[in-house]
Nanobody, 127 residues
Framework: QVQLVESGGGLVQRGGSLRLSCAAD????????MAWFRQAPGKQRELVAA???????HYADFVQARFTIDRAPQKNTAYLQMDNLEPEDSATYFC?????????????????????WGQGAQVTVSS
């Protein structure tokens, strides 16, 4: 079992920035894809951004060039740089990682096919 540990959430004002980090507790694991999802109260979990082991990235439309996903060289750590945050971005942000190639499942919202999740990091943006 792989454990994903997220950090970097918090409270920020509108227009501010946060950087989320996600690290696996097993250094020998190699992830084909890593992604960030978010879930606000009463809403479904939705994809924010994803990156695969070839560097291909995908962003949700609502990101609008404000967020950047990247991976550490060892590739089992992922980051989400969030700039120009809006109150609508307030949610719990979850890290996802896949040992098998799941890039299309991530893009198509097939959460039922995804394996490893972090515990969530709370992001709150005040107006």
């Amino acid at each position: 079992q792989v454990q994903l540990v997220e950090s970097g959430g918090g409270l920020v004002q509108r227009g501010g920035s946060l950087r989320l980090s996600c690290a696996a507790d097993r250094a020998l694991v190699t992830f084909r894809t890593m992604a960030w999802f978010r879930q606000a109260p009463g809403k479904q979990r939705e994809l924010v951004a994803a990156v695969n082991d070839l560097g291909r990235t995908h962003y949700a439309d609502f990101v609008q060039a404000r967020f950047t996903i990247d991976r550490a060289p060892q590739k089992n750590t992922a980051y989400l740089q969030m700039d120009n945050l809006e109150p609508e971005d307030s949610a719990t942000y979850f890290c996802n990682a896949e040992i098998r190639s799941r890039f299309n499942d991530l893009i198509n919202g097939r959460l039922d096919r995804l394996d490893f999740w972090g515990q969530g990091a709370q992001v709150t943006v005040s107006s």
